[in-house]
């Protein structure tokens, strides 16, 4: 059987003629979708946790603006270790993506990247993220070494329990931990309960998200939120999201936040009720299309800390 060429598959997540599509050589064009550099929805939510932290926490230490070279590294970090997860999470589940239609066109299940392959760019991709880890404070680099336990057991999680969005949470969530850790050496109230939120937004999102594969999941006896809640799936939403607001609320008051961060958590809030409001565990499509619109939510979060930071200086 002859491996399907590159231009002939079609990546059901990613947008149609996308960066990778239209500029990358043939050659590298498998390694970009193992990466999932033409679907960077992924790298956003890991990235904003890290940016809701550092704007926080640089606000409470008396800076005006977050550090761009911090949130720089963050950036090339988030890109780079998304990867790196995926690139990790495709070598292990490499047999069951090729069972469930929205991932049996992955470069391993296709047959376009080898596993051994596949090994060495997880080690490559690895080894950029350890050196943007290493220019963090020794505090902050321990504290980034222990993200790797969630997300060595994440892809196992599916097997055994109904909830794997809740490890996907733990490890997407850390950089909640890292930006508050960069700018104070440590690790402070209102950095813990950024973590707890943003453990709860993922939960949820990735429920939305979940709901595109329940029926393929089904058949092949895989474990998910999706599953385990249905039809309560809205109800699960409102819990999570409300949580989640409600934990940076107090994570703002507790870190002397002022009236921009709040609006920027009411922003927040509401874009959170929309996704409710029009989520249909039926539409896949629809599911995909909130799931993404994550981005947007966050970056309202992110705007009001930033602008919040700024009028504080003045």
Known sequence: ??????????IPDATRGNWVDRLLPYALKPYAQLARLDRPIG???????????????????????????????????AVVMRGAGCTYNDIVDRDIDAAVARTRTRP?????VSR?????????????GLAVLLQFDRFS????????????????MKRITNFPQLVLGLSFSWGALMGWSAVFGRLDPPA????AAAILWTFAYDTIYAH????????????????????STPKLLTVCYGAAVLLLGTAFYL??????????????????????????????????????????????LTAGLVVDGLLKGM
């Not at 391993?108 to 376009?112: A, D, E, V």
């Not at 680099?141 to 196992?156: E, N």
């Open 141 to 156: 680099i321990a504290l980034g070494l222990c993200s790797l336990a969630p997300v060595a057991i994440y892809p196992f």
């Open 212 to 231: 595109q594969d329940r029926e393929d999941d089904a058949l092949i006896d895989l474990g998910s939120t999706a599953r385990y809640f249905e039809r």
């Open 116 to 128: 051994s392959a596949a090994m060495g760019f997880l080690v490559l991709q690895a080894l950029i």
């Open 43 to 77: 790298w956003w939510l890991l990235l904003l946790p890290c940016w809701w932290s550092l704007a926080l926490a640089s606000g409470a230490f008396g800076h005006t603006f977050p550090s761009p070279w911090y949130a720089l590294l963050f950036l090339i970090g």
């Open 1 to 10: 059987m002859s491996t399907p060429d590159s231009d002939e598959i079609v």
């Open 192 to 195: 813990f309960l950024i973590y």
């Open 108 to 112: 391993i299940p296709s047959g376009r």
């Open 255 to 300: 870190a002397d936040a002022k009236i921009a961060a709040f609006v920027g958590l009411a922003g927040f809030a509401r874009h959170l009720a929309w996704q409710v409001e029009k989520f249909d565990a039926d539409d896949g499509a629809l599911c995909l299309r909130l799931f993404k619109s994550n981005r947007d939510a966050g970056l309202i």
